[in-house]
């Protein structure tokens, strides 16, 4: 079976590469804006608060590192461990945030000892995915007391000392960057105190807004706000904040997380005229605030945590979040950029008959475009010995939440695949392509009831619709059908099916019928549909509808059709020629 003819397969190849990244310059420092995010090097610490793993973790969320099987056990990670940190690297890169603040408890404290691996020698390696990114310290002693200006002096020194001479550590104006924690009852004399220490060490202050600080005489460098229980903050002209959500284990959510709502956020500080845009937080888990990829839990005191399937959706969504919204990252990642990666771009998922992207529905047939995703020859699509077409092409393969799809169509730039009828579970459904062994960036994806799209004659998404006529002829401007005459069209994306469809499975003798209820509109007019259902001889995901055209409708050779399936409607464009 090949998948050109009436599948709509694409003809034309899209190269859609990512950036070719420029090497690292020893000295690069990021203008402002800055775009940061409060990063937190203290694990293993899961066992917080009376907490005793594995029995029961101190966060309603928890690190998901393996988006193919998440097992809270075994992804409690460890910030000193080298595959974690290039997987944070990697992140962070991803979600083009240009600085981490790292929580900072002072000299030869577990977050010192955590941050001089990362800062010292990770970041110093030819491996490190995201060599750009640049570090500050978030001076936690602060809340805890007053520290003396002594204290804070002697403390800015051993920073400078050990931290500050690393090409990766935040520099404005060659002054090293700060940022300051404090409580609530701290207020104009920290700014004093904190005045005199950056006037002995040459530090750049970021210190936390306090009521009237505007009117302070001791001003630092700027101010920052750290509430990420509110979903925003406006400190203009000095910083902007953003949060995902805000729950405490054993309390109900400050803050619910809430996609749509946080992507209206990060728009919003991308819009605001301020030098510092922060994130809170890369990954503060016990307070819930992470954008680092994750799972929600149910968590029990008597058994381990185990993932909560009525769970809000998280995994990568926050961080593809950023990655859209933000801006490029200024000379990229600064890492060697491997040309033969496989790569599939955001908004590259798209209905294999509309060719619009959008929300995608189980047993949908999809296209993929990226780059190097598949073999230079193109390969179609292959039957194997159980009447199933193969889920590997040419060493290609598509994963929709981490069940390889069946393929239609592979090739360098494009992959034909059949969305499984099991993906999206939770309404969101993780996809990579995967070609000789290395997988392409993980895409989050949106999953609906049906998405509906009609199959068009030149595999365009628009204009005249691949149609046949009662005769068989094929429908078009030459050649319209009557009116009250039967027509039969093919389509995708009709959802679930009874009886329950089946991967890859050509339609034979049972023809599967969508639980959903379809509808044809001709011109305008409701259409009598006579069958809905399984394509004799294709792939389960294609549907072949027979209607009857109304006899009122207005002939011409371009006449609107339209498919609705539940509450769901094919894109407009598509026509058919009546007479």
């Known amino acids: 079976m090949h998948a050109r003819p009436i599948l709509a397969v694409v003809a034309a190849a899209w190269l859609a590469a990512g950036p070719v990244w420029p090497a690292e310059q020893a000295e690069f420092q990021p203008s402002p804006p800055y775009y940061a995010s409060f990063f937190y090097p203290w694990f293993p610490n899961w066992s917080d608060r009376g907490h005793s793993p594995p029995k029961n973790w101190f966060s309603n969320y928890l690190p998901d590192l393996n988006p193919c099987a998440f097992d809270a056990a075994t992804e409690l990670y460890d910030s000193n461990d080298d595959a974690t940190i290039y997987w944070q690297l990697a992140k962070m890169a991803e979600a083009r945030l240009a600085v981490a603040i790292s929580s900072w408890w002072g000299p030869l404290h577990k977050t010192d000892w955590t941050f001089r691996r990362i800062l010292n020698d990770v970041m110093n390696r030819p491996e490190n995915p995201y060599p750009n990114l640049r570090w500050a310290l978030y001076y936690e002693k602060e809340s805890l007391g007053d520290p003396s200006v002594i204290e804070l002096v002697n403390d800015l020194n051993y920073i400078k000392s050990n931290y500050t001479s690393q090409r990766g550590y935040l520099k404005i104006g060659g002054r090293p960057v700060i940022f300051v924690y404090a409580s609530g009852s701290d207020g104009a004399g920290m700014a004093s105190r904190w005045w005199q220490a950056r006037a002995e060490t040459g530090f750049y202050v970021v210190l936390k807004v306090y009521g009237g600080y505007k009117a302070d005489p001791n001003q630092p460098d700027n101010w920052h706000q750290y509430a990420p229980a509110n979903r925003t903050d406006s400190q203009p002209p000095y910083s902007f904040m953003v949060s995902p959500g805000f729950w405490l284990d054993g309390e109900p959510p400050r803050l619910p997380r809430d996609i749509s709502a946080f992507r209206q956020a990060v728009a919003a500080m991308v819009a605001a005229p301020v030098t510092w845009k922060l994130v809170e937080t890369w990954n503060e888990w016990g307070e819930g605030t992470a954008v680092e990829p994750g799972d929600q839990v ?266 609705q399936v539940g509450g769901f409607s094919s894109p407009s464009g598509v026509t058919l020629a009546v007479q």
């Open 298 to 563: 149910i968590q029990s005191a008597t058994g381990p945590a185990l993932p909560d399937p009525n769970g809000t959706p998280f995994k990568n969504l926050y961080v593809e979040a950023l990655g859209e919204l933000l801006p490029p990252l200024q000379q990229g990642a600064g890492a060697a950029v491997d040309a033969s990666a496989p790569r599939l771009p955001a908004n590259a998922v798209v209905n294999a008959a509309s060719f619009q992207a959008g929300a995608l529905s189980p047993g949908q047939l999809a296209t993929l475009f990226g780059s190097n995703v598949g073999p230079a020859n193109p390969s179609g699509a292959i039957v194997d010995a159980t009447g199933l077409l193969q889920k590997s092409l040419s060493e290609t393969r598509v994963l929709f939440d981490c069940v390889p799809a069946p393929l239609l169509y592979v090739q360098a730039n494009q992959v034909n695949a059949v969305v499984p009828y099991a993906a999206g579970v939770n309404g969101y459904t993780q996809t990579q392509v995967e070609y000789k062994g290395r997988k392409t960036e993980t895409r989050t994806l949106p999953m609906a009831a049906a998405s509906p799209a009609i199959f068009t004659r030149d595999s365009s998404g628009k204009g005249q619709a691949a149609i046949r006529n009662q005769d068989t002829s094929v429908n078009s401007a030459s050649n319209p059908a009557a009116r009250g005459a039967l027509i039969s069209l093919w389509a995708t994306g009709e959802g679930l099916t009874e009886p329950a469809g089946i991967d890859g499975k050509l339609a034979a003798e049972i023809l599967t019928k969508p639980k959903l209820p379809v509808f044809v509109r001709v011109g305008g007019l409701e259409a009598q549909v006579l069958y809905a259902g399984g394509a004799p001889g294709l792939v389960a995901g294609v549907i072949q509808v027979n209607v009857r055209i109304p006899e009122a409708v207005l002939p011409g050779s371009a006449v609107p059709i339209l498919l």
